[in-house]
């Protein structure tokens, strides 16, 4: 079992920088690849950012990608989410999520637990 608490979150102008953080319990928690997801109003659920057990593969949707970075410290049980030159539409709940496969996924289903998510707004 691990449970995830996101943190970070906040209203930011177009152009600024946020990280989040998300906390993971647990002593398995370098065993799972990690995945950040945000989800805004009315839209579903879709994959940001995600990096292999180990840190060193990581993937993008292409609309972070060269923005944003995905990092995590296994020592801290912690994946990070670093978001630079945000714009409007990033404006959603982001949420961190551990996935027990050992494969980068991109789909939400395919991970077995989940944070409560924290607000990110980008002002125009």
């Known amino acids: 079992q691990v449970q995830l608490v996101e943190s970070g979150g906040g209203l930011v102008q177009a152009g600024g920088s946020l990280r989040l953080s998300c906390a993971a319990s647990?002593?398995?928690?370098?065993?799972?690849?990690m995945g950040w997801f945000r989800q805004a109003p009315g839209k579903e659920r879709e994959f940001v950012a995600a990096?292999?057990?180990?840190?060193?593969?990581?993937y993008y949707a292409d609309s972070v990608k060269g923005r944003f970075t995905i990092s995590r410290d296994n020592a801290k049980n912690t994946v990070y989410l670093q978001m630079n030159s945000l714009k409007p539409e990033d404006t959603a709940v982001y949420y961190c999520?551990?996935?027990?496969?050992?494969?980068?996924?991109?789909?939400?289903?395919?991970?077995?637990?989940w944070g409560q998510g924290t607000q990110v707004t980008v002002s125009s």
């Open positions: 999520a551990a996935d027990r496969g050992l494969a980068i996924a991109t789909i939400p289903r395919l991970y077995d637990y």
């Open positions: 647990g002593r398995t928690f370098s065993r799972y690849t």
């Open positions: 990096i292999s057990w180990s840190g060193g593969s990581t």
